[in-house]
Nanobody, 119 residues
Framework: QVQLVESGGGSVQAGGSLRLSCAAS????????MGWYRQAPGKQRELVATITSGGTTSYADSVKGRFTISRDNAKNTVYLQMNSLKPEDTAVYYC?????????????WGQGTQVTVSS
């Protein structure tokens, strides 16, 4: 089993910044892609950004140029630096990790951290 623990959420005014962290722990063999998703009230969960173990990144169009995803493979930790935040970024942000063991891939989720951006 792999546990993901997020931290760094909070409330900020529009234009501000926050940095989210997500640390994986437990019986870790190999983690491939890690990512951040978000879910606003009344909306479906959506992809924000992903990063492979080799450092290749991908972003939703809505956050390109404002958010940066990074990871520390030695610490099994992924980060999301969020700048120029907008009220529409308000959501619960979830960390995701793709764990591979004996050729089998399992997806794990964190408990979520609330990000609130006021205008």
């Amino acid at each position: 089993q792999v546990q993901l623990v997020e931290s760094g959420g909070g409330s900020v005014q529009a234009g501000g910044s926050l940095r989210l962290s997500c640390a994986a722990s437990g019986s870790i063999f190999r983690i491939n892609t890690m990512g951040w998703y978000r879910q606003a009230p009344g909306k479906q969960r959506e992809l924000v950004a992903t990063i492979t173990s080799g450092g290749t990144t991908s972003y939703a169009d809505s956050v390109k140029g404002r958010f940066t995803i990074s990871r520390d493979n030695a610490k099994n930790t992924v980060y999301l630096q969020m700048n120029s935040l907008k009220p529409e970024d308000t959501a619960v942000y979830y960390c995701n990790a793709e764990h591979v063991l004996y050729g089998r891939t399992s997806n794990y989720w964190g408990q979520g951290t609330q990000v609130t951006v006021s205008s």
